[in-house]
Structure formats: structure tokens, C-alpha cells
């Protein structure tokens, strides 16, 4: 496989003080905190010195008291995978893992990432995006495409806040839940078909692993809760020339945002073979049911071997 470029050797590393970045303060805070857990143990078992370093107001303070030369981003939605800590360490010339400060927050973004997907020609269900829940709610009889859609709030992760709506009254009870989250409304057609994975790592399609949630759709509790009884399987038993698309379009959303590291891309498969970028995630999950493991592992890269990859990527990017 080829390796990307690198910010750090091992050697170099092992001299250096690695703070894993976890917690925070957004809805995916629980989540993240099995992500950094997951991380902070890898390293460690592979040498390296690493502090843990729960995410909240006096992280700038908690940086420099621990000394922290180079930071593995462990965070997961707000003020944590949208730009903000990112511009921190940029301005504190304190090396990150993971995309910049202008990918972060654009990949956050639901609607802004789908405005860039659409002017790169990256197929992405058709959408209408609204600034609340009353002008969401006004437009429900106009939408450009009928029901079923999708409901989400254009700035969480983790399937927060996320709804399909098969009637008008679902569609009322989504937008008002909905709006509880944070940034505008995103309403999208929904796209029956296969849910898929595509991995990037180092400007590099690793491959697709398809998810089969035993809930309606893979959302939150798919994702984390224990006996979900969702099931992965890699490779995506998909015919190779789909299977080719997937990484077409996730790599390509992967570049046309500007990320660095590691991504993973949601994707659904029509029957018809049409290939949909849903949204993609620059701060991928790292514990036992994520995906970018499985789909790394499915690749021969162990999840210690892929937490010291990400770390020797990390850079400024400012």
C-alpha cells in the first residue's frame, strides 16, 4: 500500500509528548470518550507518551501545563471535529492529527459540504436547507421531491437528531426535534438502498464495508448500542464496478474538501447501481464498532498500526 506523506517518523515521535484529545463539550461527547480511550491505550501498548486530556474551556491552559508536543484528535462533533480546536493548535503551532481548519469545518457543515460535492459533480441526494424549524415546516407541502425524506441538523455527527419522515406528520415532529440541535435544518430526498462505507486514509481509498443495521436506518443506537445487531461486512459484497465507484466518490469527497488523514464517507447504493454521497466524517471513530477500523483492519492494519499511522501524519496545515 502506498504510505502518504508524513509529518513525523516513529523515532521522532517516541520522543515527543502525545496528547489524545477526547471528551469535549458536543452531543457525541460519550462517543468520543470510547474513541480516546480506544487511542490513548493503542499508543501507549506501542511506547509512546501519551497524556489524556478531557476537552473542555482551559484547554489551552491544560496544553502547555502538560507540555503537549503533537495532539491525536480523539473528538467527535462540536468544538472538536468543525475547526475550532483545530485553529487552536494552529495558533498554539501545536501539530494536529487530522484535516485543517478550513476542511473541519466545511466537512461539519452538512450543507456547505453538500454545495461542494454538488459543484465537483460528487452524486449527493437532492436537498433543500432551511434556516428554522418554521420556515422548514411552511415549505412542507412545496419540498422538490416527495416523501419519504430525511430530516438532520446540518452540524451534528453520530446520526443526532437524524429522521426519516414518511408522512407530513412525521416530517412536523423531525423538523421540531430537529431544530433542537445545532446549525440550519438540512431536508433531503431519501434514497432507498445498500448503506456503505468508503475509508480514505492518506488521500488513499482503503476500501468499502456495507452496513446492515436491524434498526430502520443505522443511527445512533446501530451505531454504539451493544447487541444492535448490526452487521458489517468487508469487503462490501458489491459487483466490482460499484464497488470501484464507492471509492471513487468517497476519495473524491475526501479531496474536494481538502482533508488530511483519515475520513470516512456515507454512501448509499440504488438497486439501479447509482452510487449517492450522503455526508462525510474528517474525525472518523475509533472504538470497537467503528468503521475506519474495520475497514483498515479488512486492509491488514491493525488498530495500533492505525492510530501510529494517523500520529505520524500529524502537521500544521495553516
Avoid at 213 to 219: G, L, M, P, Q
Avoid at 220 to 231: D, F, R
Avoid at 269 to 288: C, H, Q, R, Y
Wanted: charge should be negative.
Amino acid at each position: 500500500m502506498t504510505i502518504g506523506p508524513r509529518g513525523f517518523t516513529p523515532a521522532e515521535l517516541k520522543a515527543k509528548r502525545v496528547g489524545v484529545l477526547y471528551g469535549g463539550l458536543s452531543s457525541e461527547r460519550e462517543v468520543s470518550l470510547r474513541t480516546g480511550a480506544a487511542v490513548s491505550g493503542a499508543l501507549k501498548d506501542l511506547g509512546y507518551d501519551v497524556v489524556e486530556i478531557d476537552v473542555g474551556k482551559d484547554l489551552p491552559a491544560r496544553l502547555i501545563a502538560e507540555k503537549v508536543d503533537v495532539a491525536w484528535l480523539a473528538l467527535h462533533g462540536r468544538f472538536g471535529e468543525d475547526g475550532c480546536i483545530q485553529g487552536l493548535l494552529e495558533a498554539m503551532f501545536i501539530p494536529y492529527t487530522g484535516s485543517g481548519v478550513m476542511a473541519s469545518a466545511v466537512g461539519m457543515d452538512k450543507v456547505y459540504a453538500k454545495e461542494i460535492f454538488v459543484a465537483r459533480g460528487i452524486p449527493t441526494p437532492p436537498y433543500r436547507a432551511f434556516d428554522s424549524a418554521e420556515a422548514a415546516l411552511a415549505e412542507a407541502d412545496r419540498l422538490p421531491f416527495p416523501f419519504p425524506v430525511v430530516v438532520k441538523p446540518s452540524r451534528e455527527g453520530s446520526s443526532v437528531g437524524v429522521h426519516i419522515c414518511k408522512t407530513r406528520e412525521e416530517y412536523t415532529a423531525a423538523v421540531q426535534d430537529a431544530s433542537k440541535h445545532a446549525g440550519t435544518l438540512l431536508v433531503e430526498q431519501f434514497i432507498k438502498g445498500r448503506e456503505v462505507q468508503g475509508g480514505v486514509l492518506d488521500n488513499e481509498a482503503l476500501g468499502v464495508i456495507e452496513v446492515k443495521a436491524a434498526r430502520e436506518f443505522y443511527d445512533y443506537e446501530a451505531k454504539y448500542k451493544a447487541g444492535s445487531g448490526t452487521q458489517y461486512l468487508f469487503p462490501a459484497p458489491l459487483p466490482p464496478d460499484l464497488y470501484a465507484r464507492v471509492n471513487e466518490v468517497s476519495l473524491g469527497a475526501h479531496k474536494a474538501l481538502g482533508c488530511s488523514g483519515g475520513s470516512r464517507s456515507d454512501v448509499i447504493v440504488t438497486e439501479s447501481g447509482d452510487v449517492f454521497l450522503l455526508e462525510i466524517n474528517t474525525l472518523p471513530g475509533m472504538t470497537a464498532s467503528s468503521l475506519l477500523p474495520k475497514i483498515a483492519a479488512g486492509r491488514g492494519i491493525d488498530f495500533p498500526a492505525l492510530c501510529e499511522r494517523l500520529l505520524q501524519g500529524a502537521s500544521l496545515k495553516a
